[in-house]
């Protein structure tokens, strides 16, 4: 909640059903990099599944696909261009004509033109995919939940890697991926899962 006080700002939203043709699903940075085992343990390992299920959905019923891809410029990076881990997950290769959004920071609309695609096509409504979950996905949704899109992020489609508290506690995926969802939870989006996503397109 905002400021953490009572009256704060309440983003958190009821799915829309039947999801309306202009809802747009966002598949982030789902590409083979994320394989590398210096990433670590991940959690959601189903999260490739439900993200191609919801990108037969979307293809199927004609809504708007963004593909946002990681090109970094960090030399050492498992995504950067022109090595194996650039390339799109299997599950996550555009179609020919589908929107592929390049980025080179964490949010999908720094330097990058989705903004201005999303508001000229009137798009409000947004669906979140894709990784991780506390580095590019929180940083996209808490953007598109400040500039006032409608965004729900799917918790089952998404997922992110343990690491290092501030204190120096090591934290699990599951414990990283719950904390950035109660981060962003009601404050800059509503989180659903994959399920209620496929139900409100039928």
Not at 46 to 69: F, M, Q, T
Not at 87 to 116: C, H, M, Q, W, Y
């Amino acid at each position: 909640m905002e400021g953490g006080g009572v009256g704060a700002r309440q983003l958190r939203r009821t799915l829309p059903t039947p999801l309306p043709p202009g809802a747009a699903l966002l598949v982030v940075d789902v590409q083979k990099a994320i394989d590398d085992p210096s990433w670590g343990q991940r959690n959601n390992p189903d999260a490739e599944i439900n993200i191609a299920a919801l990108l037969e959905a979307w293809r199927a019923s004609g809504r708007p696909i963004y593909h946002v891809r990681h090109d970094s410029s960090e030399p050492d990076s498992t995504y950067r261009p022109g090595q194996p881990g650039h390339e799109f997950k299997p599950e996550a290769v555009p179609l020919p004509g589908e929107t592929i959004i390049v980025k080179r920071v964490n949010s999908a609309f720094i330097g990058t033109d989705l903004e201005a695609r999303l508001r000229s096509a009137g798009q409000r409504i947004l669906v979140l995919t894709g990784v991780i979950t506390n580095n590019s996905v929180e940083a996209t949704v808490r953007m598109a939940g400040n500039l006032g899109f409608d965004t729900f992020l799917v918790e089952d489609a998404v997922f992110t890697v343990g690491r290092t508290d501030w204190a120096g506690t090591f934290r699990t995926a599951a414990e990283v991926h719950a904390m950035s969802l109660a981060n962003l939870d009601g404050e800059y989006c509503t989180v659903v899962q994959a399920k209620d996503l496929l139900r409100a397109m039928q």
